[in-house]
């Protein structure tokens, strides 16, 4: 069975950082790739839509939503088999659940609030 669990989420300042991390088993993430997405369902349509912000293929490439792109970075770690998203210089308007997903399988998201 496969299990993602996302955690690292948190209150955090307009122009901080934090580092989510994607923890999967019952799957190799090196073999499948794995996403982030986020979504404030708080906000107006279509902001509060669920967004790609970054993806890890099996090769090791990476892809970034062009909103974030300098500023976040996804990487990976085979021997834990787990993903981390580093997200610096954060905006509020990048409060929002944080999910990953590889495959059809979603984590069950982390809270990032950015607010002073």
């Known amino acids: 069975q496969v299990h993602l669990v996302e955690s690292g989420g948190g209150l955090v300042q307009p122009g901080g950082s934090l580092t989510l991390s994607c923890a999967a088993s019952?799957?190799?993430?090196?073999?499948?790739?794995l996403a982030w997405y986020r979504q404030a369902p708080d906000r107006q349509p279509p902001d509060n839509q669920r967004?790609?912000?970054?993806?890890?293929?099996?090769?090791?490439?990476?892809m970034y939503a062009d909103s974030v792109k300098g500023r976040f970075t996804i990487s990976r770690d085979n021997a834990k088999n787990t993903v981390f998203l580093q997200m610096n210089s954060l905006k509020p308007n990048e409060t929002a659940v944080y999910s990953c997903?590889?495959?059809?399988?979603w984590g069950q998201g982390t809270q990032v609030p950015v607010s002073s």
């Open positions: 997903i590889t495959l059809r399988y």
């Open positions: 019952g799957i190799a993430i090196n073999a499948n790739g």
């Open positions: 967004a790609f912000v970054a993806i890890i293929t099996p090769s090791g490439q990476t």
